[in-house]
């Protein structure tokens, strides 16, 4: 028998008083006994707070980013120990590839995003700096810094890596460490992850701790420096969001829990055409991968009701071909559920569901493995011919492969029963029509947290409606929890506390540690594009001599490039516009000119210029004024051993010191 240990305060704690014995869901043997009463739950809390926390602020995003994507690298190349695991939660390697691959996946896309879209820094600058003064002396930056406290993640069975591994990094990427709760059942899986991991020695001590069992009174001793994460029931939700201390402490709770998930077939797409194929392909692989044990299964089929009958019978047709059997067999194309209590509550919500609807595929006591001892049902497809009249379709969720084929008579229609659900995870509509894809998500969008749009046109690249990806949000409202997770780098954002920090620019340069208007600008060191990327500093700035802009430039960058735009060729028509004195210059010769008065044309550390961001032309300038140019360096970033990115803060202004045009300058500069 497997002892599933913990991992509380740098150690492995082995199962003690209280344990719970586990079960193969393919043979409902006992294989493993988990929990243990006595874990000091409150030392794992202090441990984290007090060693893993402060390790991990110490790292900046890039750290914690390079740190993450080791990780994740370590894990693919031991995955085959989480594999050989899992079929005895029931699952068969395809839905290896969901959980254990697509945890690792995960980890990649936040590692990827941490080093491209965050700083190499320990503060996070949320938006631009607002001058809050006359004279831009006084500013406010909304900035982001790692909580203080621990992010306890209370994790379901379905997924015992994905599961974890998608919280765990945006978790220690925000510079927060964490304690992981699995779910019992399947708690042997996720104690191996975590094992390959600290056996890794890429984590830092206290930053990632794990309790395999019931988690005592940890929450009774958390405060507003903690988070706590769910996904289960909603049953347990409630019990674990009215702790009384969470409340008191306002402590950050999300969840995601119960989910009536719903595709819907578009009235355009009738049989014979791709996007009927497509409805009938992604229900059936929706009703069966995992089982149907997924939070965003489709458990309602909402179908023209023109096309109920060849709807049911397509989606059983290829239910037919579906074998259930022992996941380790590699023909078998649905496993069990995760044990026999899961197949006791599947059978119980069907019974429900079977009250308001027909029964019109799978039969639990009659099919292949209807006499085998571990936790195995076949799909079952139910049709409820009046779901304007039905609860049960629209309010119980079998946790299984289950699921209702229902009629709707046009797109308000079809819009008014998706709503019914309360609240989901995701909803996918398959239609070519355009229209139904916007009066859907008009009158439907509030209710999900994804919306997934199908067709012939996105169907080979598109993921599928149950795939959660790292890059978009994952959650909803209402009966779904009410809570996000993922989402690239807002769900980093959830660890941390976004603090409105005012004061001079100076002051918030340094905090921030990128350059703010008005600060200090340093002008009398070497052209700083004759200086590597480790020798320039915030603030360096380069002024450059002024240039006039002669009629004969204008005209002759407006035939050299085609751009003859009459604002720029006409002087009666120009002076009736009203934005413009009469003629003026292209903003782009401002730009031309601009690099022609900073660019050092000697090879040297600029490698490449790769871009520029938020340009605004500020005042049209005529024939006969003069433009000069300020450069500064607001931010660096660095990009890999050999070169880093520098961005730097342009300002064109005329004779007048007036600005005529602001933009942010990308340059490439070796070390």
Known sequence: MRQVHSFAAGAWVPPGSGARSISSAITGDVIA???????????????????????????????????????????REHRQVLYDLSFDTGATQADHLIDVDGGIGTMLVFASKGRREMPDAQVYLDGAPEQLGRSGQFHGQHMCTPLQGVAVHINAFNFPVWGMLEKVAPTLLAGVPAIVKPATATSYVTEACVRLMMDSGLLPDGALQLVSGGIGDLLDHLDCQDV????????TARILRSNANLLDNAV???????????????????????????????????????????CTAIRRIMVPDTHVQAVIDAIAERLGKVTVGDPRDEATKMGALVSGAQKIDVLEKAIEIGAEAEHVFGDPEAFAMADS??????????????????????????????????????????????????GSLVASVITHDQDVAREITMASAAFHGRLYFNNRDSMSEATGHGAPLPHMVHGGPGRAGGGEELGGIRAVKHYMQRTAVQ????ILTAIGQRWVPGAIETSDKPHPF?????????????????????????????????????????????????????????????????AGLFVQPDPGPVLANTGLDNLRFKKPVEAGDSIKVRLTVKAKTPRNDEYGEVRWHVTLTNQDDEAVAEYELLTMNAY
Not at 228 to 235: E, H, P, Q, R
Not at 391 to 415: I, L, Q
């Open 503 to 506: 004061g001079s620019p100076d």
């Open 228 to 235: 706590v994460t769910f996904t289960g029931s909603a049953d």
């Open 33 to 75: 006994e988990a929990g243990n009463d006595g874990l000091d739950v409150q030392g794992m809390r202090a441990y984290a707070r007090d060693v893993g926390g402060p390790a991990l602020r110490a790292m900046t995003f890039h750290d914690r980013a390079r740190m993450l994507k080791a990780l994740a690298l370590h894990l």
């Open 252 to 294: 950050r709770f999300t969840a995601e829990q119960d989910s009536l998930n719903a595709s819907i077939l578009g009235p355009d797409a009738g049989p014979g055409t791709p996007e009927f194929d497509l409805f009938v392909k992604e229900v059936q692989r929706e009703m069966t991968a995992k089982a149907g044990q997924k």
């Open 373 to 422: 001892r571990g936790a195995f049902l076949p799909p079952m497809l139910f049709h409820c011919t009046d779901p304007d009249a039905a609860r049960a379709v629209h309010d119980v969720e079998a946790f299984g492969p289950v699921s209702t084929v229902m009629p709707y008579r046009d797109v308000a229609h079809a819009a008014e029963l998706l709503n019914r659900g309360k």
């Open 530 to 594: 004759t200086r590597p990327f480790g020798e320039l500093a915030l603030g360096d700035t380069f002024n450059s001599p002024s240039r006039e802009v002669k009629l004969d430039d204008i005209e002759t960058f407006a035939h050299f490039t085609g751009d003859t735009f009459y604002a720029h060729m006409d002087d009666e028509a120009a002076k009736a516009n009203p934005f413009f004195p009469g003629r003026v210059a292209h903003g782009y010769l401002l730009l031309s000119f601009a």
